[in-house]
């Protein structure tokens, strides 16, 4: 029960909560737009599949530096003031693709644009984090990661009103990461506690959970590629609009997660989870080798159910691979462990681009849903091999699935499978 007067602090804490939903909303249809500006771009600039794979491979390098450097910026200047610093770098980065059409000067815009993306992750999810009541921790990150999806889905569509390479392009892109700070001057909580999440080294993952290591890190390895290069396999659907039909196809693979990854935890929560990535995997693996050879010649449809179907797969099992760590996790380590697996999901997003890249400058734009299946019958076998050499966690010591998205090491202080309670230095049996 609520003392009397708690339920305006309440409604307080829920609007507050909501502001900044809104403002990550907004920060993910800037990068879901920029998803389709600039590799329509680069296409009509000229550009090879590689360099373009090359550039959005920077983004991932960006977001690693970014999810590294924010907490100790956070800590130094406070959430308000690194979010806005954060939301300004994005902007000006957006802008500033238009100055030149120069790889390296993409490169490094890419960068700043990646950079700036994780440190208003980090900004808004520890401050979501702090806002949330413990009660209601699972409900408020479903709310977020749905409403963030949404934002991502919305972005190409905003996008799709500009002609690529135009200033008007850009400029879509760089307001939305000003209007990000809209929603957050409507806060009215003080700044919580800084982010305290320390990620664990890539050894130690693999010691403790090395299915949620390798499963972690084709998942940025496979859907880094996809979700950055994904425009320039729709240029054959539909040449007379082609930004409209990659606003169409992210919306089928995102809609497909969307609608998959409370069902896939809550089976997961039953039985292995291994068998449940491998599943996952295995299915969307198939999605991608059915786009890869009959993309093209498949009516469009198709096309946008076999992409909801490879989403529902391919962007859900992240998740999963979360849960399994948490569960294998010492008493309060969960919040470092899904750190450290964030870092090697954004380790993954930084050679997908590059390597997809390359493989559709050899074999053409199938090439990238081909590059993706290999990597996820890959990861099916690997989570086979290792259900078959490894015992599961008992069900007595899994945590209840929670939804997880590979966003910022923040989130791992608002997800619900984290015992605030937890004793480090009590040993846990697994």
Do not use: C
Request: glycine letters at 10%; zero cysteines.
């Amino acid at each position: 029960m609520t003392a009397p007067g708690d339920d305006g602090n309440l409604i307080d804490e829920y609007r507050n909560i909501a502001a900044i939903v809104a403002a990550l909303a907004l920060l993910q249809a800037a990068t879901g737009a920029i998803s389709v500006v600039g590799p329509l771009t680069l296409i009509a600039q000229g550009a090879s599949t590689w360099t373009i794979g090359a550039i959005a491979s920077s983004y991932a390098l960006g977001f690693v530096v970014g999810a590294r450097m924010a907490p100790a910026e956070i800590r130094q200047i406070g959430h308000i003031r690194a979010f806005a610093a954060f939301a300004a770098g994005g902007s000006l980065a957006a802008a500033a693709l238009y100055i030149s059409a120069h790889p390296a000067w993409w490169m490094l815009m890419q960068a700043l644009i990646g950079l700036s993306a994780a440190g208003l992750l980090a900004s808004g999810e520890s401050w979501i984090a702090g806002a949330a009541p413990p009660a209601r921790r699972g409900a408020v990150l479903g709310f977020y990661l749905v409403t963030s999806k949404l934002g991502f889905m919305a972005g190409p569509f905003l996008a799709a009103f500009a002609s690529p390479g135009s200033a008007a392009a850009f400029l879509i892109v760089s307001a939305l990461f000003t209007a990000s700070l809209i929603p957050v001057s409507a806060t009215r909580r003080a700044e919580p506690a800084p982010p305290s999440a320390v990620p664990f080294g890539p050894m130690r993952l693999w010691e403790t959970a090395p299915s949620a290591v390798i499963a972690a890190f084709i998942a940025g390895i496979v859907n880094g590629a996809v979700l950055q290069l994904y425009a320039i396999f729709v240029t054959d659907l539909a040449p007379d609009s082609v930004t409209g039909m990659a606003a169409m196809f992210n919306a089928a693979m995102i809609g497909g997660a969307v609608l998959s990854q409370w069902p896939a935890g809550m089976v997961s929560d039953k039985m292995d989870r291994r068998i449940v990535i491998a599943v996952l995997a295995a299915v969307s693996g198939l999605a991608a080798t059915l786009l890869a050879l009959f993309g093209m010649q498949l009516p469009l449809p198709v096309v946008f159910t076999l992409a909801a179907v490879w989403g529902a797969g391919s962007l859900s099992f992240y998740g999963v691979a979360v849960a399994h760590a948490a569960d294998r996790a010492e008493p309060g380590q969960a919040a470092n462990m899904m750190s450290g697996i964030l870092i090697l999901w954004a380790t993954g997003s930084m050679l997908g681009p590059a390597l997809a890249g390359g493989v559709m400058s050899v074999i053409g734009v199938g090439g990238l849903f081909m590059f993706a299946a290999a990597g996820l019958f890959i990861l099916a076998l690997a989570m086979l091999y290792r259900r078959a050499e490894m015992r599961q966690v008992p069900d007595i010591d899994k945590g209840d699935f929670a939804p997880s998205a590979a966003t910022s090491m923040s989130a791992a202080d608002l997800n619900p499978m984290i015992d605030e309670n937890d004793d480090p230095e009590i040993p846990r049996e697994v």
